[in-house]
Nanobody
Framework: QVQLVESGGGLVQVGGSLRLSCAAS????????IGWFRRRPGLERDFIAA????????YIADSVLDRCSISRDNAENAVYLYLNNLKPEDTAVYYC????????????????????WGLGTQVTVSS
């Protein structure tokens, strides 16, 4: 059973930056595709970014493309989400999710394509 734990959330000032971490245990992390999603107050869960098993394939949502990046460290079983120039509308619970890849460096953007989810970490952007 794969377990995912997000960390790095908290209260951040407008214009600031954050790094969220997703720590995985169980399963075969180095063969998993990982995604980040967020749920803003009153809204559906949104896709933010995804990364393939080796890190060479990434996909960033258009809404944050100019200020977001994703990376992974398979030796540490961790994936990192970097978000810069934070805005109040970035306030959300951020979740990471994983699934085993089937053919190679696939990345996925739909929640239903992921098998395992973390409990999320709250990010609040204040002015």
């Amino acid at each position: 059973q794969v377990q995912l734990v997000e960390s790095g959330g908290g209260l951040v000032q407008v214009g600031g930056s954050l790094r969220l971490s997703c720590a995985a245990s169980g399963g075969t992390f180095s063969r998993d595709s990982i995604g980040w999603f967020r749920r803003r107050p009153g809204l559906e869960r949104d896709f933010i970014a995804a990364i393939g098993w080796s890190g060479s394939s990434t996909y960033i949502a258009d809404s944050v493309l100019d200020r977001c990046s994703i990376s992974r460290d398979n030796a540490e079983n961790a994936v990192y989400l970097y978000l810069n120039n934070l805005k109040p509308e970035d306030t959300a619970v951020y979740y990471c999710a994983s699934r085993t890849t089937r053919y190679g460096e696939e990345v996925y953007s739909r929640p239903g394509e992921y098998t395992y989810w973390g409990l999320g970490t709250q990010v609040t952007v204040s002015s």
